[in-house]
């Protein structure tokens, strides 16, 4: 009988090569900061049972972390996957052979509940996104694929909405997905997700404290003084906000229908609809309210690589 490991504190385990495989595991959760056992199974595709024999080793070895913060689950009702982020010696093992570039500089180990449930929303929509795009033999692009721009900070910028405030803006996750138009051209749609879990206040009496009210009038700001062409020098984008319940959604709607211009650059959506085709229409369109697809257009597929990380 095997002997039962401890969850979260690491135990004397049988040597372990790591294989093309786990590098795929070890770049994939980095690539998401965090991902549990169910989404990395549905990435790679392995039977489960070997994959949590392999994560268990990852673990134990000390190649990935397994976050603190969910202790608090294993104390309600009901069972959920373990979620695991990088360790130091996978972010040198990134460094030194994966020659990954990019690393996330916080301790997985010991971040908090709230910021956990958060980058859980982001992983859990990218995945779910990934997924539909390969089923539809669509490539996806995140942040390290898009060949914009060199820039430190990239992926923020600032702008002034009305009353001239000077407000910041940086997305949940910047992605695009590339597909051929009807003609047989190869083109790119750009999206900006927000994961909003409910805890921000929708709207507030002054646009000086934060609300999602603000959010959006900062990507409409964006839009108008086409700081995303000169910034990242992409013609057009959109935003996705992906929420917790329905009723959530109707608010977020309403703060929308309530801005000047750049209704049509939202889609809303509620985390129901992750498990459904994200390019059928699912999203709420911030212009009708109606239900939209991810894309507007007819779409054909783009062969994607092999060696692409998102095609492990």
């Not at 750049?262 to 889609?267: A, K, N, Q, S, V």
């Amino acid at each position: 009988m095997e002997k039962r490991l401890p969850r979260f504190e690491r135990a004397a385990v049988a040597p372990m090569q790591l294989t093309e495989r786990d590098r795929t595991i070890i770049r994939l959760v980095h690539r998401h900061r965090f991902l549990s056992s169910r989404q990395i199974i549905a990435l790679i595709g392995d039977s489960s049972l070997q994959m949590l024999r392999r994560l268990k080793l990852l673990y134990h070895h000390g190649f990935l972390e397994r976050p603190r913060a969910q202790l608090q689950y294993y104390h309600t009702p009901g069972t959920r996957p373990i979620v695991y982020g990088v360790s130091a010696k996978s972010v040198m093992l990134l460094k030194q052979k994966l020659g990954d570039s990019q690393l996330w500089s916080e301790k997985n180990r010991t971040v908090g509940q709230v910021f956990l449930e958060h980058a859980l929303l982001v992983s859990e929509t990218m995945v779910s996104i990934e997924l539909a795009c390969r089923k539809h033999g669509i490539r996806l692009l995140y942040e390290d694929e898009l060949d914009l721009p060199v820039d430190k900070q990239p992926f923020q910028w600032r702008v002034k909405i009305q009353g001239g405030m000077n407000v910041g803006v940086i997305p949940d996750r910047v992605f695009a997905i590339e597909y051929k138009n009807q003609t047989g051209q190869v083109e790119r749609a750009y999206f900006f997700l927000e994961a909003d879990r409910g805890t921000m206040p929708v709207v507030r009496n002054q646009l000086a404290q934060t609300s999602f009210r603000r959010k959006l009038l900062t990507y409409e700001a964006t839009w108008e003084n086409k700081v995303h062409q000169r910034h990242l020098g992409i013609k057009r984008f959109r935003v996705i906000t992906v929420t917790t319940v329905a009723a959530r959604v109707q608010s977020l709607l309403l703060a929308c229908s309530q801005l000047k211009r750049g209704h049509g650059l939202f889609l809303f959506a509620d985390t129901s609809a992750l498990k459904k085709d994200l390019f059928s229409p699912v999203w709420r369109n911030g212009k009708t309210g109606e239900l939209s697809p991810l894309l507007d257009l007819p779409i054909r597929q783009v062969p994607v690589s092999p060696d692409s990380p998102t095609n492990p």
